[in-house]
């Protein structure tokens, strides 16, 4: 049985897929095994997952979306530790070796460097957001989704009994999770960049509007669990005025002055001072 189970979910990924699936094979770690979903794509993506052989498993199925991939991955796996790798990022060789050494949790995530867009390697994502481990629920709720999915591995029992990934809340469905995981089981943070994950800086702006709705829809989903509503009412005000400056900011950026603006106004309506930070970008938005 292997140690860790690899889950790579794949739609229309031919410019990727090869270079993916070569850095989950070249771990320092060799008791695993790599899934790859192949989620109903059109492209050439399943040539190129050919060239792999007996060394992947391939499962193929309608277009069902991220979340059912990787569910359906995780139902084929026999590894006691599942990692999650999207098929356009890469894994650094020793990320594996470094995360096992941290078993005392059951979920770990490390630091990743951002390609991609931005170019280079220069961009660390710690270098401009807290990382939080042990405790992190009420972090996850307050500061959005610190946890990159292509650096998480996670115990298997653990997935199964927080019941996997939601549908319903893409691209949102990893926190969803991780808010799930961490109501019950303390998390580890491997401060070292082990994932190399590829940018694209206007997938939320682009999708403003969508985005809105799944965020607030986990927001609400995680302050119904039993954790969730036992926060102090003070915490709860600062959760939601988060969400809709995450909200007005992502509108902000696209363009769209008046959604911008009525998601700062919602946030100001739930804790006034937590507005302050972003009050130029306000300014941008009423002169604009």
């Known amino acids: 049985m292997p140690t860790v189970s690899v889950i790579i979910p794949a739609y229309n ?9 070569k850095s989950a094979l070249n771990q320092t770690v060799s008791d695993l095994e790599v899934i790859v979903v192949d989620d109903g794509s059109t492209d050439r993506t399943v040539e190129r997952l050919a060239e792999f052989g007996d060394r992947i498993y391939v499962h193929r199925q309608a277009n069902a979306g991220v979340a059912a991939a990787r569910n359906a991955g995780v ?19 020793h990320k594996l070796e470094r995360q096992l050494a941290l078993q005392h949790a059951p ?25 939080h481990e042990g405790d992190i629920f009420t972090a996850l709720l307050l500061e959005g ?9 996670l ?12 549908g319903g809340v893409s691209p949102a469905e990893d926190w969803d999770l991780w808010l799930r995981v961490a109501e019950h089981h303390p998390v580890a943070f491997c401060s070292e960049p082990l994932v190399r994950y590829r ?20 927001t609400s989903n995680a302050l119904t669990l039993e954790r969730g509503r036992k926060l102090p009412w003070s915490v709860r005000r600062q959760v939601w005025a988060k969400t809709w400056i995450s909200n007005g900011w992502d509108a902000g950026q696209a363009g769209a ?23 130029e970008a306000i300014r941008v938005c009423i002169n604009a």
């Open 13 to 21: 990924a031919e410019a990727f897929i090869s270079e993916t699936v």
């Open 75 to 93: 139902g084929k796996a026999s590894g006691s530790w599942i990692a999650f790798l999207d098929a356009d990022d890469l894994w650094l060789p």
């Open 107 to 131: 979920l770990i995530y490390s630091d990743r460097f951002n390609i991609g867009a931005r170019g280079g390697l220069q961009f660390v994502q710690s270098d401009s957001t807290p990382m």
């Open 145 to 153: 989704n610190f946890i990159t999915n292509s650096s998480v591995l």
């Open 155 to 166: 115990r298997r029992d653990v997935f199964d009994a927080a019941g996997g990934f939601a």
């Open 199 to 218: 940018f694209h800086p206007d997938g939320c702006s682009r999708n403003h509007e969508k985005m809105a709705r799944v965020r607030a829809r986990v």
């Open 257 to 279: 002055r008046i959604q911008a603006l009525r998601g700062y106004a919602r946030s100001v309506a739930y804790w006034p001072v937590g507005i302050v930070p972003y009050k």
